[in-house]
């Protein structure tokens, strides 16, 4: 055992510090298993540790995952007390028809698999080299400054960041791509709203542009005017043949009225008359 395994376990923090004995373990008693682990493609394309080669030293192995051979990302403990990565470990359980741990062959429960917080910190201050250090990035950075440094390396290779254009290049030689590119596009700086490319920039005049966007929208404006117009005036169309067929509706109605009334005239008339003449017989 390495010292930094010793003095940890004299501290009593064993759990921690049983990987290298598991790994070892591992290697040497089931051979067949790891090697068909690895071979899987499936399996060893979804490896969840970190590549020992980014590291700028050569970490302990006491902080190698014993399945993918990677230094521990998001490292868990079985209830057998062997550690490896939370993303391996899983992905070991799921392809293996029997839920057991590829050391010690002990059964594993997955709601008893705990993420140890304390070597994930020790882990993350460990330095690594940028991974952009192929292409000339000289930093090196803690591995929990990883991400944020990766948004700001000026030796990450980045997609051209306008619409069209399928060039792959560093972020540092964005600023020199955009001079030439095809594709590129901004708004006027001068604020009006016009998005220019390298064609149309040089004959741009914000004057001439806001002129003809007021023109085109005046006309836009008087077109609707008229169509308003156009249909107001066959609402009062509508709206006056409507009052006309009221009208009739009421001469109409009245006229039946006054036949009503003179025929309930005729009708006491004919009645008096009638009552009249049988009295007198």
Sequence with gaps: MTASVEQNARQGDWLECTAERFGLICSKKFPEEKTRYMADPDMSSQSGG???EL???TPDYDLICT???GVLRCPVRAACHHIFCKKCILQWLKRCRQQTCPCCRKPVNQSLIFVMFKLSKVIGRLKIKCKNKIRGCPH???LSEQYCHSMSCLF???PCPYQGCRAQLLRRDLDAHARHCEHWSQPCHMGCGTVLSHRTQAKHNCYRQLRHEYEARQKNHRAIAAALQRKMRRM???MADMKRQIGLICES????DELEEVEEEDLGETSGSFSSSTSSS
């Design 50 to 52: 970190h590549d020992v």
């Design 55 to 57: 590291f700028v030293e």
């Design 67 to 69: 399945i993918c051979q």
């Design 140 to 142: 090196t950075l803690a």
């Design 156 to 158: 990450e290779l980045i």
């Design 236 to 238: 009062q169309s509508t």
């Design 253 to 256: 109605l009245e006229v039946m």
